[in-house]
């Protein structure tokens, strides 16, 4: 089993959707969590990161983590096709290492 | 501007050779880390370093070499014993601080054996 499990995708929604990303992991000691960003043949970029359980808000997007069951959220709101790119999300523990998933390519329509 | 700078962009590399990808970052940062990307499986662990002069093996090390001589440079070496080698390989640094977590990337090195 792999510590960050995440949904395969490929997902296409039409413009102004609201878009849903999820993962769930299985290490317990992770304490953060990340989702980036990756566009086509580029590096990924940090776009939000939370610690422990909660949700944070930053503008279009929201994560969300649930440690009790192990799952994390990525929500985008009024999804435009600048958003079309590859999420990953990342967890780790103390130990500083990045685990990721495996990615779910997103592809907005206009 | 601070950065991580990846070169070269493009690699291609003839069976039974080794090469060396470079990774350099002007952030200060401590921790350098090397992942390998292949469609579908998301980042994998190959090396990383938390401090110059040491390192420690991720989860697909075998056929794969680092240094780290300097806080700036932590290059890979793909040897010829690396049997998969055609990947798309990230470098990445990180602040091992409490409370940040951001790993920043660079923009990817596109390894093709010919």
């Known amino acids: 089993q792999k510590e960050v499990e995440q949904d395969p995708g490929p997902l296409s929604v039409p413009e102004g959707a609201i878009v849903s990303l999820n993962c769930t992991y299985s290490n317990s000691a992770f304490q953060y969590f990340m989702w980036y960003r990756q566009y086509s043949r580029k590096g990924p970029e940090l776009l939000m990161y939370?610690?422990?359980?909660g949700n944070k808000e930053d503008g279009r997007f929201t994560a969300q983590v649930d440690k009790s069951s192990k799952y994390i959220s990525l929500f985008i709101r009024d999804s435009q096709p600048s958003d079309s790119a590859t999420y990953l999300c990342?967890?780790?523990?103390?130990?500083?290492?990045?685990?990721f998933g495996s990615g779910t390519q997103l592809t907005v329509l206009p | 501007d601070g950065g991580i700078t990846q070169s070269p962009k493009y690699l291609f590399r003839k069976e039974g050779q080794n090469v060396t990808l470079s990774c350099e970052q002007n952030l200060n940062h401590d921790a350098m880390y090397w992942y390998r990307q292949d469609p579908g499986q998301g980042l994998r662990l190959i090396y990383y370093?938390?401090?110059?002069?040491?390192?420690q093996k991720g989860d697909i090390a075998e056929g794969y070499s680092v240094s780290r001589e300097k806080k700036e440079s932590f290059p890979l070496t793909v040897t010829s014993a690396q049997k998969n080698p055609t990947a798309f390989y990230l470098c990445?640094?990180?602040?091992?601080?409490?409370?940040?977590?951001?790993?920043?990337f660079g923009q990817g090195t596109r390894l093709t054996v010919v």
């Open positions: 939370t610690y422990s359980s």
């Open positions: 990445a640094s990180m602040v091992p601080a409490r409370g940040t977590t951001e790993a920043f």
């Open positions: 990342a967890g780790t523990g103390s130990a500083r290492q990045l685990t």
């Open positions: 370093s938390q401090i110059v002069n040491d390192f």
